[in-house]
C-alpha cells in the first residue's frame, strides 16, 4: 500500500487533536511545498519584466471615449448634423473636458478624482477590436477570440509566470460577467485547470457580501481534511500515472489549493483591520462608492498577498439610452474608488510593478437617432493603463476628429494582450502551449508589443 495513504483511524485520530487555523497554515506550507513543481510554482520570465502583476477594470458595455478621454470639440460644434448611418444625428458631448496634470491629458469633468492622477495615465485613444457585438467583443477582450473556447489572458499569465502566493488562486475575479457566456471570459480552457479564474460574487448581484462558497467545512477539523485528502489525491495520482489525463492533474491541483485556501483567503478579504482613513480613500464609507470601493480595496489586498491576476467588474455602460444619467451614476460610482486605488498602490510601492487597466470590450458612435443614447464602436476607442513599466501621463493614438475610428496609433486587441505579456516579462510569440497538435497562444497568430508606450 501507498505509504502516502492514511488509515481511517489515522484520519480520527488526528481529528481529535483540534488543529485551528496555525495547523492549518503549517499544513498548507507542506501542501504548498509538494505542489510546488505545479502550474503555479514561480517561473522565469523570457526577459526582465516591469510588472509583477496585473489588475483589470473592466468596464462591461462599451464607455463612450468621447464622455471620458478623448474630446470631441467639432462634434460638439455639429451636434445635430447629420450622422453617418441612415437616421441618426450628431451628439456632441455634454460634459467638458479640462487638461490635467503637468502632462495636461484632457479628462471629463465627470471624474475629477481620476483626473488627479492624469500623471500616472497612458492613455490608448486609437483601440479597436473585430467585433461589435457585447459577447464576442467581450470574450475577444478576454481570450484573444471570439470564435473558439481559448484560455482567459490572466490564465496565460499564471501559465506563464506562477504565483507568489502557492496559498491563493493565481487569477481571481471579483463580481464577474457571468451572464452572456461570461464563464468563457475566465476559462483555462486547454491550460491547467489550476490557471482558470476563482470567482467571487456576481454582477448580477452587485449588492451581495463577496463570499467563496464552502470555504469551509463545519464537520471536520483541518487535520482530518488533510488525511481524507491524502488519501484521495493518492488514488488520484495513481489514475494520473496510468492515464495521463490532464483533467485528474487539474483536479490534483484544485484540491490542494482549495486546502490551502481556506486559512488565506478569509484572511485576505477581511477588511475589518483596514483603517478609517483607508475606507474612506476608496469611498468604501459612502452608500454610492461603497461596492465598488470595496472590490478595488480588495483588488489592492490581493495584489499586496501574491495574486497575479485580478479583475474587477462594473457593469451598466451600454447606453443606448439615457446617455446623462447612465454617465453621470456609471462614472460617480467609479471615479473615487479607482482614483483610491491608484494612489494607495502608489504608496504602498505596489504600482510601479503593478500593470492596472481599465476600459470595456469596445466604444460609443459620435451619432445617434434619439439624441440620448450612443451605438457601439469597435473601431476607435479608448482604454487607459498605468504602473507596470508603461509610460505615466501619456496619449498614445487617436481617433478622427468625430470619433468614428482610429486614424493614428491604432491599438488592436492583439497587440493589447502582446504589450501586457511583455510588461510581464513575457514573449508573446513564445507563450504557447500545444493542444490538439498544434501550438496555441494568447495572440494567435498576430500582435505586436506597442513599445511607444513603454516606459
Not at 91 to 120: C, N, T, Y
Request: glycine share 10%; aromatic share 8%; net charge neutral.
Amino acid at each position: 500500500m501507498n505509504s502516502s495513504l492514511l488509515t481511517r483511524r489515522d484520519v480520527l485520530r488526528r481529528s481529535s487533536a483540534g488543529f485551528g487555523w496555525l495547523a492549518f497554515a503549517s499544513m498548507a506550507a507542506e501542501s504548498a511545498a509538494r505542489d510546488a513543481a505545479g502550474p503555479l510554482a514561480v517561473k522565469s520570465t523570457h526577459f526582465p519584466a516591469t510588472a509583477k502583476r496585473v489588475i483589470f477594470l473592466c468596464m462591461r458595455g462599451g464607455p463612450s471615449q468621447m464622455e471620458t478621454f478623448d474630446p470631441k470639440p467639432e462634434l460638439t460644434a455639429r451636434h445635430g448634423q447629420a450622422g453617418r448611418v441612415a437616421k441618426t444625428k450628431l451628439l456632441g458631448s455634454r460634459w467638458k473636458f479640462s487638461k490635467h496634470g503637468q502632462s495636461g491629458i484632457d479628462v471629463v469633468e465627470l471624474m475629477p478624482e481620476i483626473a488627479r492622477h492624469a500623471d500616472k495615465l497612458c492613455v490608448l485613444r486609437g483601440m479597436a477590436t473585430d467585433n461589435e457585438n457585447h459577447p464576442q467583443a467581450l470574450e475577444q477582450l478576454h481570450t484573444g477570440s471570439f470564435q473558439f473556447v481559448r484560455p482567459s489572458m490572466g490564465s496565460w499569465a499564471v501559465h506563464g509566470l506562477g504565483t507568489e502566493n502557492a496559498s491563493l488562486p493565481g487569477f481571481i475575479s471579483i463580481n464577474p460577467l457571468t451572464a452572456l457566456g461570461g464563464i468563457r471570459y475566465y476559462s483555462s480552457a486547454f491550460l491547467p485547470a489550476a490557471c482558470s479564474a476563482t470567482m467571487l460574487g456576481n454582477i448580477s448581484q452587485p449588492g451581495a457580501p463577496l463570499t467563496l462558497g464552502d470555504i469551509s467545512n463545519p464537520r471536520l477539523t483541518a487535520a482530518a481534511q488533510r488525511g481524507q485528502l491524502d488519501l484521495l489525491q493518492a488514488m488520484n495520482r495513481d489514475l494520473f500515472a496510468k492515464t495521463a489525463d490532464p483533467r485528474v492533474e487539474g483536479l490534483i491541483e484544485s484540491y490542494e489549493l482549495a486546502f490551502r485556501m481556506q486559512g488565506e483567503l478569509p484572511r485576505v478579504m477581511d477588511l475589518s483591520g483596514e483603517s478609517k482613513a483607508t475606507l474612506q480613500l476608496y469611498g468604501a464609507d459612502k452608500p454610492a462608492t461603497e461596492n465598488f470601493g470595496r472590490q478595488c480595496l480588495l483588488a489592492r489586498r490581493f495584489a499586496e498577498a501574491g495574486v497575479r491576476f485580478i479583475e474587477i467588474s462594473h457593469t451598466e455602460w451600454d447606453l443606448h439610452g439615457s446617455l446623462f444619467s447612465g454617465m453621470t451614476r456609471n462614472c460617480a460610482q467609479i471615479d473615487k474608488p479607482i482614483a483610491g486605488l491608484l494612489q494607495d498602490l502608489d504608496q504602498r510601492g505596489l504600482l510601479s510593478d503593478t500593470l492596472v487597466l481599465w476600459g470595456g470590450e469596445f466604444g460609443r458612435s459620435p451619432d445617434d437617432a434619439s439624441l440620448d443614447g450612443r451605438g457601439h464602436n469597435n473601431k476607435g476607442y479608448s482604454m487607459w493603463m498605468a504602473g507596470g513599466g508603461v509610460k505615466a501621463g501619456y496619449i498614445h493614438g487617436a481617433t478622427d476628429e468625430l470619433g468614428y475610428a482610429a486614424v493614428d496609433g491604432r491599438v488592436h486587441i492583439h497587440d493589447l494582450h502582446a504589450t501586457m505579456l511583455h510588461l510581464l516579462g513575457l514573449d508573446h510569440e513564445r507563450l504557447t502551449y500545444r493542444h490538439g497538435g498544434r501550438d496555441f497562444r494568447l495572440t494567435d497568430v498576430k500582435g505586436r508589443v506597442v513599445k511607444e508606450i513603454l516606459a
